[in-house]
């Protein structure tokens, strides 16, 4: 049954809900994707950042449409189930709320493991070059505590103090774009380092993409979309929240591959960029090159980054719980907002005991972010099928951005999702995507109280997931030995195979796209609200 949205209070605006999203994207991904994506592709790694940015902008098109046609709070959970029923909606939403559930202590531990360089014996004891020591994962504790506490109370605090956040975790990364470049870049490293450019090719190229915290870097756009019930002018600010925030964050991700791959010394580089070993990558670096200011500078910071996207996160996830009960998936308690400072608190008490169920699981940066990647990438197969139904199936729906072209972007988004997830090397993808299947005895248990009729009617409607994700399994596992499968299917042809395989997936599932109850009940969502200004519509239209 629908629930109203409005007793959540609207109190963000597009400024805010822009600097929440970009929040959420420069994280720790800043602090340590440029490194791990070196060592994976080495120079070619600027490559993986412009192809991943290029990629998460094809799939958030499709989600800002529907963000700005139904603005709810955890909306990404929501829109899969409009158009294929509670069986696509429930493994779309899992997935998804795994991905973004167990960012919040992997920003924690970030934060630890940067803290760990700081000149002082008690810091350097809490990261042993692997994992978080005890008194690491203490720390780790009451930061998860404080991302909690930022949003236990109102909505609008969250945004005040993330607006802050934002402006202070922007600047530091640029500063250090600028004072690296100007103090130790050279050219030579890009050519003339063991490797060359491309040292391990463009599987290379694409293996950082999936595996090196690109994918998770850009995972934040989601952010203004699982808002979208508490944005003031939620049709107009949604999506332009979405675009401006990745495409700002785009260019600085791509600036500080550049100069960081220009500005490693000669002395760190003997085993080549896969032997460059860093504890606190920029940092080091600053420190290499003698710009101390830099490195006290960005000491801070990595608290302040990682810090401000655990409190994003710690919303949004709050959002997701909140949107997957009034799917009927988890208790009703989980779906109530507090009376008076009108946030879900229950739900925000859930994601804090899984949020350290994780940290004591995965306890350092590396661990994590390879999972989160790969499970990020599932959950954004649903986007591109859902915008493209539902342009079948209500037309007539008020769609405060309609773009232009996206009968062609939204599979070619589904195409790369799949290449995403395939470059996610074998055995990682099985992995993975087993613990995707996992959650689906909950789905049972509350969809067995659906009645029969009801329940065949969604699964045949999410068959294709199911199907398509075991294929997945099998591709990757027969695929090349470049992407860590058995060379069945050799280097090359294996990429066609799953593109070609990925547009017949996309097919069946639009086929498999009907007229929801969910759907028609959403139908209060979906209305026109009017723009601030005659200049800000054309933008949104166009």
Known sequence: MQKSVENLRREIGLFALTLTGLGSIIGSGWLFGAWKAAKVAGPASIFSWIIGCLIIICIAVSYAELGGM??????????????????????????????????????????????????????????????????????????????????????????????????????????????????????????????????????????????????????????????????????????????????????????????????????????????????????DLALALGIGWLAVAMFADAVISPSGTGTVYTATTARMIYGMEKNGYFPKIFGTVHPLYKVPRSAMWLNLAVSYLFMFLFRGWGELVEVISVATVVSYMAGPVTVMSLRKLVPDYHRPLKTKGLAVIAPIAFIVSSLILYWSRWPLTGQVLFVMLIGLPIYFYYEAKRGKETFLKNFKAGLWLVCYLLYMMLISCLGSKQFGGYNIIPYGWDMVVVAVSALVFYAWAIRSAYFTDQLKEAKSLNQPVEYENESIKKVAQN
């Open 70 to 283: 139904f603005p709810e709070s955890g909306g990404m959970v929501r829109y899969p189930q409009y158009s294929h029923g509670s069986f696509v909606g429930f493994i779309a939403g899992w997935a998804n709320w795994i991905a973004i559930v167990s960012v919040i202590p992997i920003e924690a531990e970030a934060s630890v493991q940067y803290m760990s360089s700081w000149p002082w014996a008690w810091a350097q004891n809490m990261y042993d070059g692997t994992h978080l020591t005890t008194s690491g994962l203490v720390l780790a504790f009451f930061l998860v505590i404080g991302f909690f506490l930022l949003n236990y109370w109102t909505v609008g605090l969250f945004a005040k103090a993330n607006t802050i956040v934002t402006v202070i975790k922007f600047v530091v990364p640029l500063l250090t774009v600028i004072g690296i470049y100007v103090v130790g870049f050279k050219t030579m490293n890009f050519t003339h380092v063991s490797g060359g450019f491309m040292p391990n090719g463009w599987s290379g190229v694409l293996t950082a993409i999936a595996t090196s915290g690109i994918v998770f870097a850009f995972n934040g756009f989601q952010t203004p979309i699982n808002l979208a019930g508490e944005v003031k002018n939620p049709g107009r600010n949604v999506p332009l929240a979405v675009i401006l925030s990745l495409l700002t964050a785009g260019v600085l991700y791509f600036l500080l591959e550049f100069v960081f791959i220009g500005s490693v010394p000669s002395s760190m580089l003997s085993h080549g960029w896969a032997g460059l070993e860093m504890k606190s990558p920029f940092a």
